[in-house]
């Protein structure tokens, strides 16, 4: 079961670079999410989207963009990058119910991406 | 906006003793909370995940805890082992899940 795959793994970047971090579920979930982690700042979410055909923001998106290209795919965009943007990224995926209840998240492996 | 907070932030224990591990949160509205388990350089693994109409939640050895009027839950980890270290996160919300900065555990043999 290969659950939530993170592409790539590691990536080190210039700045002023631009990047595509690709995600993909094959647990058919509805909602996906794409999360930052830096030293002592914990997880923050950068984007998400509830549904196929929609995304919103989270607490961290300047600088990022995302597409929800299907049910399965969700991919993250640095279009110019800073070394501010150096950190651990994770996708993650849930099935999303109706009402106030909900469901696991689950996590991708994570990509490093280092800007220099 | 919600703010979770964990402690401590890290803490090491004899194998074999009981781990407990305390999360706050500031907005009892969390609709779930859920409990992680991270391994160094590693995604998260979902541990418990707890509803917000429920008080508790077990698996196996682990055991978590739910009080929303005092924007508290608990995770107990019983018979601790070498295997547990790990940094432990929770994380409340629905869609915009609002993460502690997580318990570093260490289980000493």
């Known amino acids: 079961n290969a659950g939530v795959t993170q592409t790539p793994k590691f990536q080190v970047l210039k700045t002023g670079q631009s990047m595509t971090l690709q995600c993909a579920q094959d647990?058919?979930?509805?909602?996906m999410y794409w999360y930052r982690q830096d030293p002592g700042m914990g997880l923050r979410l950068i984007y998400y989207s509830a549904s196929e055909g929609t995304t919103d923001k989270g607490e961290v998106p300047n600088g990022y963009n995302v597409s929800r290209l299907n049910k399965r795919e969700f991919s993250l965009r640095l279009e110019s990058a800073a070394p501010s943007q150096t950190s651990m990224y994770f996708c993650?995926?849930?099935?999303?119910?109706?009402?106030?209840?909900?469901?696991?998240?689950?996590f991708g492996e994570g990509s490093w991406l280092t800007v220099v | 906006k919600q703010e979770v907070t964990q402690i401590p932030a890290a803490l090491s224990v004899p194998e074999g003793e009981n781990l407990v591990l305390n999360c706050s949160f500031t907005?009892?509205?969390?609709?779930?909370l859920q409990w992680f388990r991270q391994d160094p350089g590693k995604g998260l693994t979902s541990l418990l995940l707890i509803q917000s109409s429920q008080r508790e939640q077990t698996s196996g050895r682990l055991n978590a805890s739910l009080d929303k009027s005092s924007g508290r839950s608990t995770l107990y980890i019983a018979a601790s082992q070498p295997g547990d270290s790990a940094t432990y996160l929770c994380a409340v919300g629905l869609n915009r899940l609002a993460f502690g900065k997580g318990n570093q555990v260490v289980v000493i043999p």
């Open positions: 907005d009892s509205a969390i609709y779930n």
């Open positions: 993650a995926s849930r099935q999303r119910t109706g009402g106030l209840s909900g469901n696991t998240i689950y």
């Open positions: 647990m058919n979930h509805n909602s």
